[in-house]
């Protein structure tokens, strides 16, 4: 490792796994520690957030984990409140919470409508409103958000929810960026393609009358011929969170093997 992160606190909001395997926010939360951050590992389950910490711990270094939910704005200051008092400041905000929520207008009802932006695009909003005064205070921060492929483009799957709260997701980090750029805070999204995580298996196999077959379907749309894992994710992230990127702000970055620029579409 470079050590570009050395030094560093950062926050991860979804840094635990829906099963087993490594999540992109799993993935993520021991990437910053691997670059020497200290990792605090935010979750809605305290078990997958220790199980995370505990990771980082056993490799030699520095996490704590802390649970939080990111639909309740004071669950969500009272997790930021919790890093503040141990360290005194947050550099890194790295926002990883998603649901992919299946069914097109006629299919969903409001409540679930308004459920899948609450926690897709409403984390976002949550968890920058409690930590940008810290930043601000100190005139400086970095934050990541986890947006998707399905903000700029149908990748198959009948998400409207989805897509339109990603979509939201990458316009509020152009909006984070420009508005607190003079304040010397960066704010920049990620887009993952067809990326290999224990989520696909849980909320996307459903679609296919296999693992097998979802597997080879997703690796058929990107152009690298596979699927990406999740440290494709987390080392754009690196690279975002660190001074290697001081100058860039407001990029949407896919990370997607080439699908975003293919005429390829479906799954």
């Not at 992109?24 to 990437?31: E, P, R």
């Not at 939910?69 to 790295?94: F, K, M, P, Q, W």
């Not at 970095?142 to 316009?171: C, D, E, H, M």
Request: glycine share 10%; aromatic share 8%; net charge neutral.
């Amino acid at each position: 490792m470079t050590h570009r992160l050395k030094g560093k606190i950062a926050v991860i909001f979804g840094a635990g796994s829906s099963g087993p395997g490594w999540s992109n926010g799993k993935a993520a939360a021991v990437s910053y520690a691997r670059e020497g951050a200290t990792v605090v590992c935010i979750d809605l389950q305290e078990d997958v957030a220790q199980e995370t910490a505990g990771i980082i711990l056993s490799e030699g270094f520095k996490a704590i984990a802390v649970k939080s939910d990111v639909t309740s704005t004071e669950s969500v200051t009272a997790a930021v409140n919790t890093v503040i008092d141990h360290y005194g400041r947050i550099d890194i905000l790295h926002n990883n919470v998603g649901v992919a929520t299946s069914g097109g207008p006629e299919d969903l009802d409001d409540e679930t409508f308004r459920k899948s932006l609450d926690i897709n695009v409403g984390s976002v909003f949550r968890t920058a409103k409690a930590v940008l005064p810290h930043m601000k205070a100190r005139k400086s921060g970095a934050i990541i958000n986890i947006s998707s492929l399905a903000a700029i483009r149908w990748t198959g799957y009948p998400y409207f929810a989805y897509y339109a709260a990603k979509g939201a997701v990458n316009q509020a980090t152009v909006a984070l960026a420009l508005q607190y750029a003079p304040h010397g805070i960066r704010a920049n999204c990620i887009m993952p393609g067809m990326i290999d995580t224990p989520l696909i298996y849980k909320q996307i196999s459903a679609n296919y009358a296999s693992n097998d077959e979802m597997i080879a379907a997703r690796n058929r749309l990107v152009p690298l011929g596979q699927m990406g894992s999740a440290f494709d994710v987390a080392n754009a992230a690196v690279f975002l969170a660190s001074d290697e990127a001081k100058f860039i702000t407001g990029v949407c970055l896919p990370v997607d093997g080439g699908q975003s620029c293919s005429a390829v579409v479906g799954a």
